[in-house]
């Protein structure tokens, strides 16, 4: 059973004057997709909040090979310029991640790693051995890894892309051509391209960039959501953004995904009007969540690896999502319980007082651990990953409980666990008495697969409480790989079959009495966040800078007005229309954030 959606004689905040055009707001299109003679506007998947105006900056394209192929110096001088090229891309990214955060400079890192990666040289060794010259030999080695990674799915395809990245950095240095990366035009800019790596959204200059469009990508990227972090708008998924050239003005809307070429004056204005009065709007938001009626939604935080106290000087309520996996990745051992102990401690205290949520280890099949293997498979996205990597590797959870136990001891923080990929009761059953067994009171269970949500009534009553993973439950409602971006329209957030599993679960929180949290980056859109807590959501979880806008967005519905635009969007029939349904109900002050 869904939770109720309201009554129909429910009030909608949203007042007439909003159906004409307004400077405060966005103007109303016809469905031709333009508003005026002459004007012309493209569409994309809205990604990241907010608004801008600027002139486009293009990523440089990436180096190609010449069309004729230089005779070989020899094997073993070929495989000494193609390892120095490797090394001197890996030694480039070390460089850059100076002076940055920990959870970009941890980016950058794994870049170098990969680029000083055995199996990558060993693949450009045979390269040159057949006759290639080095640019060439790190070009199909790279393809071949590429592929390989690529076939795997999941966080092997996310690194894929990173691959590329080492690939036409290297072929740069080899062949003294420009290096591929971020545009310096000097001015605030508009960045335009057909995909972002990680590695560059990393380095953005957000007194720079604008705004973000990208051609690929899908609205549950680490692209993504970087650019969240970072708040910068952004609008990813986008046909036609190929076509922008240099110097174009262009406005961006990151919460519709509309982006107007060569926008006239009063579209530009009243884009920079709807930016202005957004800063407005949040610049008081404070405290903890509440819906206009006094419900409490407590608004929590996303955080992996970085300086805790950086965290915790954020204005939240705790941790929604501690993701551990820094701690586990891009080694050959396991680390220790000391070890995991001293990292998990520091993390607790800087948030004394307030609630941390420890997700275990989700690794496995699709985040391969040197020392944990699960042996081969075809589909390691549907493989052993989460809590699944247990059952071949019982240890890695045993200590990593104790760990969380030890750190918790007198650090004042209210510490809770959850396991990931769970698909059944037994299985919700079987992580919590692992976890009473380790010393840890409160235990739940991470809803990212459709089994576990359509089970929620007899799921919920074994946990202490469940987080929603939306962009895992979204990937496995809609058959739709998250990490390759070709079907970003499936992945959206605002799909109805999506928002009908959150409702399931949600109903089902309250007939038990659990906690129903979100955790996937759904959570920090302000305007879905409402729908959310409609459906049954006592607390959401996201990157901190998007906690002012959700705040401010639930401050302006009562619970009541939550359920019904909740009942909106599940009564669309596409994730467009009930975006557009929910927009066109909710208050003034938050349609137009």
């Given amino acids: 059973m869904m939770p109720q959606t309201g009554h129909p004689d429910i009030p909608t905040p949203r007042d007439a004057a909003r159906e004409g055009t307004s400077a405060e707001g966005h103007e109303h299109a016809d469905a031709s997709g333009a508003d005026r003679a002459g004007a012309s506007r493209l569409e994309g998947i809205p990604a990241a909040p907010g608004a801008a105006v600027g002139p486009v900056a293009r990523m440089s394209a990436p180096p190609t090979l010449p069309n004729t192929r230089p005779s070989s110096a020899g094997a073993a001088t070929e495989a000494d310029r193609a390892r120095d090229a490797l090394e001197r891309?890996?030694?480039?990214?070390?460089?850059?991640?100076?002076?940055?955060?920990?959870?970009?400079?941890?980016?950058?890192?794994?870049?170098?790693?990969?680029?000083?990666?055995?199996?990558?040289?060993?693949?450009?060794?045979?390269?040159?051995?057949?006759?290639?010259?080095?640019?060439?030999?790190?070009?199909?080695?790279?393809?071949?890894?590429?592929?390989?990674?690529?076939?795997?799915?999941?966080?092997?395809?996310?690194?894929?892309?990173?691959?590329?990245?080492?690939?036409?950095?290297?072929?740069?240095?080899?062949?003294?051509?420009?290096?591929?990366g971020l545009p310096d035009p000097g001015r605030p800019h508009v960045l335009v391209a057909d995909d972002l790596a990680p590695a560059d959204t990393v380095q953005l200059d957000t007194d720079q960039v604008l705004a973000i469009v990208t051609r690929h990508g899908g609205p549950?990227?680490?692209?993504?959501?970087?650019?969240?972090?970072?708040?910068?708008?952004?609008?990813?998924?986008?046909?036609?953004?190929?076509?922008?050239?240099?110097?174009?003005?262009?406005?961006?809307?990151?919460?519709?995904?509309?982006?107007?070429?060569?926008?006239?004056?009063?579209?530009?204005?009243?884009?920079?009007v709807r930016a202005r009065r957004r800063r407005e709007l949040l610049a008081d938001s404070a405290g903890p969540g509440r819906t206009a009626d006094g419900a409490p939604v407590a608004l929590l935080l996303n955080v992996g690896e970085g300086d805790p106290d950086e965290a915790g000087a954020h204005d939240s309520e705790g941790v929604g999502l501690l993701r551990t996996e820094f701690l586990f990745l891009d080694r050959a051992e396991p680390p220790t319980v000391a070890e995991q102990t001293a990292a998990y401690a520091r993390l607790f205290r800087a948030f004394d007082g307030r609630t941390v949520t420890v997700r275990?280890?989700?690794?496995?099949?699709?985040?391969?651990?040197?020392?944990?293997?699960?042996?081969?498979?075809?589909?390691?996205?549907?493989?052993?990953?989460?809590?699944?990597?247990?059952?071949?590797?019982?240890?890695?959870?045993?200590?990593q409980l104790a760990a969380i136990r030890a750190a918790a001891d007198g650090s004042g923080a209210r510490v809770r666990v959850m396991a990931p990929m769970v698909s059944t009761p037994a299985e919700a059953a079987e992580f919590v008495a692992l976890a009473r067994e380790a010393g840890i009171t409160e235990a739940g269970v991470m809803i990212e697969v459709p089994g576990a949500?359509?089970?929620?009534?007899?799921?919920?009553?074994?946990?202490?409480?469940?987080?929603?993973?939306?962009?895992?439950?979204?990937?496995?409602?809609?058959?739709?790989?998250?990490?390759?971006?070709?079907?970003?329209?499936?992945?959206?957030?605002?799909?109805?079959?999506?928002?009908?599993?959150?409702?399931t679960v949600g109903g089902a929180g309250e007939r038990s009495g659990r906690a129903v949290g979100v955790c996937g980056e759904a959570a920090a859109d302000p305007l879905l966040a409402v729908v959310l807590v409609g459906l049954g959501a006592t607390s959401l979880s996201m990157a901190a800078p998007a906690l002012p806008a959700v705040r401010h967005a639930l401050a302006h519905h009562t619970k009541q007005e939550c359920r019904h635009l909740a009942g909106l969007a599940l009564a669309a029939a596409t994730a467009a229309e009930a975006r557009e349904a929910v927009r066109a109900a909710a208050s003034p002050d938050v349609a137009d954030l």
């Fill in 89 to 180: 891309v890996a030694a480039q990214f070390d460089a850059r991640a100076e002076g940055l955060g920990e959870e970009a400079a941890a980016v950058l890192g794994a870049l170098a790693l990969m680029a000083r990666d055995p199996e990558l040289a060993r693949r450009t060794a045979e390269r040159t051995e057949a006759g290639d010259p080095a640019a060439w030999a790190v070009h199909t080695a790279c393809g071949a890894y590429q592929e390989l990674l690529l076939a795997a799915g999941g966080y092997l395809a996310e690194r894929a892309a990173d691959l590329a990245d080492i690939r036409d950095r290297a072929v740069a240095h080899l062949l003294d051509l420009p290096m591929p």
């Fill in 220 to 272: 549950t990227s680490h692209t993504v959501i970087l650019a969240r972090s970072l708040g910068i708008p952004a609008v990813v998924g986008c046909e036609g953004a190929d076509g922008l050239t240099d110097g174009t003005p262009v406005a961006v809307d990151g919460d519709t995904g509309r982006i107007d070429v060569e926008p006239d004056e009063e579209r530009s204005a009243s884009v920079l």
């Fill in 360 to 399: 275990t280890l989700d690794a496995g099949s699709d985040k391969p651990l040197a020392f944990a293997g699960t042996g081969p498979e075809d589909n390691p996205a549907l493989g052993r990953r989460g809590f699944r990597t247990a059952r071949v590797h019982p240890e890695l959870l045993t200590d």
């Fill in 453 to 503: 949500a359509l089970l929620a009534d007899r799921l919920l009553p074994r946990v202490d409480f469940v987080s929603l993973g939306t962009n895992d439950l979204a990937q496995y409602t809609m058959a739709a790989d998250r990490t390759l971006g070709t079907l970003p329209d499936l992945l959206d957030p605002w799909q109805p079959a999506l928002l009908e599993l959150v409702g």
